[in-house]
């Protein structure tokens, strides 16, 4: 268990590179053992979640080697296609591994994957998009069971554009007799990078970044190399926290493109943007103006995931913004948290109403999520005195040294790193340190 420690106050100055995209990572690692071949992949960042992918793609049978952001995938020795409870536990991503192992080996023994709580995260649009290329499907439990002799090409039509299945169905279909086209599917970048780097092996496919998206088998190269493109939701993350701290900051190796609905609130609130090529500056006085009203959706949508992080930006603008979450249940998670601070946010179902305060305290948090970890730290940075985000290990789940790049900038953020029982330490020190506070009035 880490506990994050930020003191607030400080501006922000200075330039950032954005790391490579999770997102975009997770699928390619499991596309990778799709055929029998070798990849490079680069960029690729240092995460919990990408081990969680290597462990598995080793478990299969997959020669890994890291060296400085690469990843050299050798997948002409898969052994296996059953993944253990542990290890799909990880992550939500995992699941990604169903597509990617019945294309590979016909057959896929894995159970229901892990990842953040934000809501139901049912499985059957990647249920019913298998089936329809010929899989025959059984779940016991949280167990599942898949198996094709021959995935044949289908016509899916998602009701849904979900990420993971369209990504889920694209990987079946590469292995797949005739045509696939899958309709309603979603639009992601991580959908485009996917459909590249499937492309460079061999893959005949197109139409991704539409709604159609249309596979006809394969002509397998021996290898491949590319590079993952930049993370647009710790771009977003990064000028959000310039937005609420104020300062000028400078993103370089970034995709403007992928996170312009961010900017353009963040242009609403009042700070300077200004994007060319893969740089992306942030000027804000840290006096920012709400937006009257932010709704997520499917890209090119707001994105939900930096909803909780530009909802934490806003805390102290002024005005009122009305914030609509259409895509998880459970993505306000971090509104509880946040009003420790001192914020005035009110939640009924999909809805919150953010009203910006004057000043926001520094407290004990916990980290709800990875999304939601990281809005308290970016609410810290504008909270006076320090706040302490009890994080079991969520940030680290998305973020790469995001503590040394905050600092790099000039913020104040420290990693306590602490054994079991931490969470109750920091309760009793937040306690004791309020009870020191109540005697001193
Ligand atoms: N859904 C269904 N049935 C399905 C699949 C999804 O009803 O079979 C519903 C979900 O319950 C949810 C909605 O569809 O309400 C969207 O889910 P989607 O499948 O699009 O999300 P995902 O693939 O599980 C990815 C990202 C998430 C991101 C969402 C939405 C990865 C590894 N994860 O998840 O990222 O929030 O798309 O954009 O790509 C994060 O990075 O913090 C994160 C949670």
Redesign the pocket.
Known sequence: MDIWHVRGGNRLFGSCRVQGS??AS??LLAASMVFPARSVIRNVPRLR?VDAAVAILSHLGCRVEAEEGELYIDARSVTGAEIPHALMAE???S??FMGALLARCGEARLSLPG??Q???????????ALRAMGAEISQEGSNIFCRAAKLHGAEIELR????????NAMLAACAAEGRTTIRGA?R?P?IVSLQQYLASLGVHITGAGGDTIVICGASPRESTDFTVPSDR?VASTLACACAAAGGRIILTGADPEHFLTVLHFLNEAGCDIIHFNDIVEISSNGELHAPKRIVTA??PGF???AQPILMAALLRAQGTTHITET???NRFRQVSELRRLGTDIRVEGTEARLRGVKELHGETLTAP???GGAAMIVAGLTARGETRVIDAGHIT??YESFDDRLCALGAEVWIEHKGKGTYENAIEQDQSAAGKQARRV
Not at 118 to 128: A, F, N, Q, T, V
Not at 160 to 167: D, K, L, M, Y
């Open positions: 999770k997102n997770l699928p979640d992550m939500r991503s699941v990604i990842g953040c934000l809501g139901k995260r049912p499985i059957d649009l990647h249920l019913s849904f554009p979900s990420v993971g299945a369209t990504e979603a992601e991580e939701i499917p890209y994105p939900t995931d895509i998880f249940e999520d990875l999304r789940r998305g």
